[in-house]
């Protein structure tokens, strides 16, 4: 059976049934000499809130992502479109975990005593510019939309419309992407409830074949040994899932099309198949 987009549709796992789930992630992973399992935040270890700072991971994350971190065979990370330090501080993950903001523009990892350490992320002047130009074409669209707010990232201005009315977010989604999104240079990601406009091109595709790398560098390994596990929820996911190989696991997390192998309905769902999958490898 496939989805509408052709491709085969992924095994759905209903009620906490998870065996043939299971099977088919050992299967795949089995192989494979380490695993890199590089997890999404917002809508897969966290439920959405109107107040994305007052988020906090799902019952039972904490463990499973500190089973995944102290595995002789794997690797963790987290890929969120949510700024380095932000991403770091509300999923607190374990110390030694790889970290991907900003949809891979922004990368770093947790050091031993659990200090984020990053990579240098300057911009150009002409980055410097267009994100000023920006910040003015979203602030004539906010002016109009009530509940809509700017968030200021690194390399992007974000347009959160979770807050406003659906009639309100619609033309506001609208107007941010047939106006500022449309500006040479601008780099546009539409998800859930965001517009999101870069200055640099970058997906979480990049930020998993980039962390892959780090993940085979840090086990001395040639990265054909290094396996995936990716999960994640929004369309903004769907570069990494279609990016994955044969020997890689992805997850999907609620409902529409996607190129992940498995579904899950919910974010209790990805904490119970990490943790069947940690203790089966």
Do not use: N, Y
């Not at 998870?18 to 399992?37: K, N, T």
């Not at 040994?225 to 929820?233: E, H, L, N």
């Amino acid at each position: 059976m496939s989805d509408a987009s052709g491709a085969p549709a992924p095994l759905e796992v209903h009620d906490g049934e998870q065996d043939d789930a299971l099977a088919l992630a050992v299967a795949r992973l089995a192989p494979a000499r380490h695993v890199l399992v590089a997890l999404d935040f917002d809508g897969t270890l966290a439920p959405f809130a109107d107040d994305p700072m007052a988020v906090r991971p799902v019952a039972g994350a904490a463990q499973v992502l500190d089973g995944v971190a102290s595995g002789a065979r794997s690797t963790l990370a987290l890929v969120s479109g949510r700024r380095l330090a932000d991403l770091a501080r509300l999923a607190s993950p374990p110390p030694g975990t790889l970290l991907a903001g900003s949809h891979g523009a922004q990368v770093g990892r947790l050091d031993a005593d659990g200090a984020l350490v990053t990579e240098p992320d300057e911009r150009t002047e002409a980055e410097e510019q267009l994100l000023a130009t920006l910040t003015a074409d979203l602030e004539a669209i906010v002016a109009g939309a009530p509940g809509a707010w700017i968030e200021e990232k690194a390399f992007a201005r974000v347009l959160h419309t979770r807050r406003c009315d659906p009639a309100d977010a619609e033309r506001a989604t609208r107007a941010a992407v047939d106006g500022p999104a449309a500006r040479p240079g601008v780099h546009p990601i539409v998800g859930k409830a965001v517009v999101e406009l870069g200055v640099r091109a970058t997906t979480k595709a990049d930020a998993v074949a980039r962390l892959r790398a780090q993940a085979a560098a840090d086990a001395g390994l040639p990265e054909a040994s290094i396996a995936v596990v990716f999960a994640g929820d929004d369309t903004t996911d769907e570069t990494a899932l279609a990016s994955l190989g044969a020997a890689d696991l992805g997850i999907k997390v609620g409902d529409g099309e996607t190129a992940a192998a498995i579904r899950v309905p919910d974010e209790a769902g990805v904490v119970a198949l990490l943790r069947s999958l940690v203790s089966a490898l």
